[in-house]
């Protein structure tokens, strides 16, 4: 079974759940991908929206449902800057390093350095990098409550992004959701043979010009 299909049928799974049980597997889903633990079967935005439609449909109340998540994800944040406080930079970059995600993580820790509790409330907010804001700023020994300013404002947003799409639009912001990664998913599996074999390509140009500089010396 696909990753894509786990996941929709994940997504089923959970619009059949009780109410209750539904905001309580909602806020424990995003209170671990807050503290740092890849979630890529159920992402926050995806469960902000699921919650959206069953606001719409009424089968959970939006003050529960909203505080809910709300206490779960700034807890989990929270959590997750003590956890990377603890760990260290130089091992979170080997991590990151591994999954391919140095890059972001470099970008959040130069706005972080930069602009404090302004970047942090900024990064959360860029699609990417809103948790490895949190671990840069875990790393970083960002004060907490440098932290706490830009994280609660950046939370209640994103929150309500993500909750108000699913009860505006429904059932369709979610299929436009899986489309648009499906077609990054798509280009990602394109891009990657290309730009492996232009980095092949460039090692051999370089040796190539590396001997040749070599042999007109020796000459």
Request: aromatic residues 6%.
């Amino acid at each position: 079974m696909s990753e894509e299909t786990g996941g929709m049928d994940l997504i089923h799974l959970l619009q059949q759940l009780d109410p209750v049980l539904l905001v309580a597997v909602v806020a424990a889903l995003c209170f671990v991908e807050e503290c740092g633990l890849p979630v890529p079967f159920a992402p926050g935005d995806v469960m902000m929206m699921i919650g959206g439609l069953a606001i719409a449909g009424h089968a959970v109340d939006p003050i529960v449902f909203i505080a809910s998540v709300f206490v779960a994800s700034a807890g989990g944040a929270l959590l997750g800057r003590e956890i990377f406080a603890r760990l260290g930079r130089s091992a979170l970059m080997k991590v990151a390093t591994r999954l391919r995600c140095g890059g972001a993580l470099e970008r959040a820790e130069r706005m972080v350095r930069r602009s404090g509790w302004r970047a942090i409330c900024f990064g959360r907010l860029i699609p990417g990098l809103r948790v490895h804001t949190t671990q840069v700023a875990g790393v970083s020994q960002v004060p907490r409550l440098t932290f706490l300013a830009g994280l609660l404002p950046a939370v209640a947003i994103y929150i309500g992004v993500f909750t108000g799409l699913g009860i505006a639009v429904g059932p369709s912001a979610l299929e436009l959701l899986h489309q648009i990664q499906h077609e990054l998913i798509k280009l990602a599996l394109i891009a990657a043979p290309l730009l492996a074999g232009m980095l092949v390509a460039g090692r051999l140009v370089g040796r190539w010009l590396s001997c040749r500089q070599l042999s007109s010396r020796i000459a």
